[in-house]
């Protein structure tokens, strides 16, 4: 049985529609075409994100059975899958294929196994050229617009913008319509920041983008130089905080629902984790 957890984000339409809003199922498949440690790995990360007799797999499919029956698009806020295999990726391709969706790409999506390098744009590379043509949308920026709304999916995942994305962003805001912004890696604000140190205590971590430098001193290093943020992802989320077009943000990452103000008056919506059956319908007014 699904936990869905239901939402309404108020935009001013004139017609309101619904969606559903997935994220971090963390499917975990791999066959023959992998090495053995690949598949023991698939093994063992499908026994981690088990629950009371479900996985992590029964749980998403009834997430895609539930959107189809009730005609909801899925937008989704990344790590659909937990590394890269060609299982993997058909099975990502083949679950989205005849369902309307729009889709923010998250970190697992290139982990070739995990923990196992710092995740930085070399290493992204590495798996991107495949990864991107496993997916209809692009996944470091795309954008959709439904029923009067542009969504707009940013790859964030490894807790950075790119100078690209934020023109693009802008060249956006040119169509005049509201924005919806998907991403995985939710954006930092104090109160968050505060949180979410609270929840991962033992890990001494955040796991939020654009966490100011002077707030990471607990970071461990490996935390810190992943976490980092570039100048342009702080002239990113200053472009977030000051565009009235922009009328909710939707993320994923930290496996939990929370509901979090940002400074400019918006809501950031962090939603899902699979193995819980979590999930959040929204409609849209």
């Given at each position: 049985?699904?936990?869905?957890?239901?939402?309404?984000?108020h935009?001013?339409?004139?017609?309101?529609?619904?969606?559903?809003?997935?994220?971090?199922n963390?499917?975990?498949l791999?066959?023959?075409?992998?090495?053995?440690?690949?598949?023991?790995?698939?093994?063992?990360?499908?026994?981690?994100?088990?629950?009371n007799?479900?996985?992590?797999l029964?749980f998403?499919e009834?997430?895609?059975a539930?959107?189809?029956k009730?005609?909801?698009?899925?937008?989704?806020?990344g790590?659909?899958?937990?590394?890269v295999?060609?299982?993997?990726?058909?099975?990502?391709?083949?679950?989205?294929?005849?369902i309307?969706?729009?889709?923010?790409?998250?970190n697992?999506?290139?982990?070739?196994?995990?923990?196992?390098?710092?995740?930085?744009?070399?290493?992204?590379?590495?798996?991107?050229?495949?990864?991107?043509?496993y997916?209809?949308?692009?996944?470091?920026?795309?954008?959709?617009?439904i029923?009067?709304?542009?969504?707009?999916?940013?790859?964030?995942?490894y807790?950075?913008?790119?100078p690209?994305?934020?023109?693009?962003?802008?060249?956006?805001?040119?169509?005049?319509?509201?924005m919806?912004?998907?991403?995985?890696?939710?954006?930092?604000?104090?109160?968050?920041?505060?949180?979410?140190?609270?929840?991962?205590?033992?890990?001494?971590?955040?796991?939020?983008?654009?966490?100011?430098?002077?707030?990471?001193?607990?970071?461990?290093?490996?935390?810190?130089?992943?976490?980092?943020?570039?100048?342009?992802?702080?002239?990113?989320?200053?472009?977030?905080?000051?565009?009235?077009?922009i009328?909710?943000?939707?993320a994923g990452?930290?496996?939990?629902?929370?509901?979090?103000?940002m400074?400019?008056?918006i809501?950031?919506?962090?939603?899902?984790?699979g193995?819980?059956?979590?999930v959040?319908?929204i409609t849209?007014?």
């Open positions: 049985m699904l936990d869905i957890t239901k939402t309404t984000i935009i001013g339409l004139e017609k309101p529609f619904r969606a559903l809003h997935m994220s971090d963390h499917i975990a791999a066959d023959e075409r992998e090495t053995m440690r690949k598949r023991e790995l698939a093994k063992n990360r499908t026994e981690a994100f088990s629950r007799g479900n996985t992590a029964s998403l009834e997430m895609v539930y959107a189809k009730e005609g909801m698009p899925i937008l989704h806020t790590d659909l899958y937990d590394f295999s060609y299982k993997n990726l058909e099975f990502a391709r083949d679950l989205l294929n005849d309307d969706h729009i889709y923010a790409v998250g697992h999506e290139y982990s070739l196994y995990l923990g196992e390098a710092t995740e930085d744009l070399p290493y992204k590379m590495q798996s991107y050229p495949l990864v991107q043509k997916f209809r949308n692009n996944l470091f920026f795309d954008s959709r617009i029923n009067g709304v542009n969504f707009i999916a940013l790859d964030d995942g807790y950075n913008f790119y690209e994305q934020l023109e693009l962003l802008k060249a956006e805001a040119e169509k005049g319509l509201p919806v912004l998907l991403m995985h890696n939710p954006l930092y604000t104090p109160e968050f920041f505060r949180f979410s140190m609270e929840v991962h205590a033992q890990k001494k971590c955040a796991f939020l983008t654009g966490v100011p430098e002077e707030l990471m001193k607990d970071y461990s290093e490996y935390r810190y130089t992943q976490q980092k943020a570039t100048q342009t992802t702080f002239e990113m989320m200053d472009y977030i905080a000051n565009q009235p077009l009328r909710a943000i939707l990452h930290l496996h939990a629902n929370y509901e979090i103000p400074p400019s008056g809501t950031q919506y962090v939603s899902g984790y193995p819980k059956g979590i959040r319908e849209f007014t």
